[in-house]
């Protein structure tokens, strides 16, 4: 009996350490989030965040297309780090709340899906291979 009593314990204790790291991951993220939002490029990324909030109504194209007009050149790389985890995290709750499966990336002979392409997008391709220069969102104040 005292056994038992110890994996519980145990067990109890494993699960109160899980809670409390997905407590702090939480706010980990949600402080990143207003940091980007409250940052240099907010005009742009809030109209972006917006878009991630109401992702059922955004066709992948239009997501796509307002993606690839932002000249990512010029934002750091946690900015884009941050934008892309909000990305992921509406296209999860949007799977997840139509019963589809949360991950769903196309086998390497398929063509790319929307979060594919739009991670090639924040990602900073060779000299070579970057395209002509993107300006800012229309509206953005930053430079």
């Known amino acids: 009996m005292n056994q038992m009593k110890r994996r519980q ?10 809670a409390r790291l997905l407590r702090a991951w939480r ?3 949600r402080e990143e989030k207003t940091a980007v939002l409250s940052g240099p490029y907010s005009a742009t990324l809030i109209e972006l ?25 010029g934002i750091d790389h946690q ?6 985890h909000e990305l992921n995290s509406a296209i999860v709750r949007h799977c997840t709340s139509h019963g589809l499966d949360p991950i769903s990336d196309p086998l390497p002979d398929q063509p790319d ?16 291979e970057r395209p002509a220069r993107r300006g800012p969102y229309p509206g953005a104040d930053h430079k």
């Open 49 to 73: 965040f917006r878009m991630f909030s109401a992702i059922e109504h955004v066709k992948p194209a239009q997501l796509v297309g307002f993606i690839g007009a932002i000249d990512w050149s």
């Open 79 to 84: 900015t884009r780090l941050v934008v892309l």
């Open 27 to 29: 706010t980990f993220h």
């Open 9 to 18: 314990s145990q067990k109890d204790k494993e699960l109160a350490d899980n």
């Open 113 to 128: 899906n929307a979060f594919r392409i739009v991670k090639k997008l924040l990602e900073f391709p060779h000299q070579a």
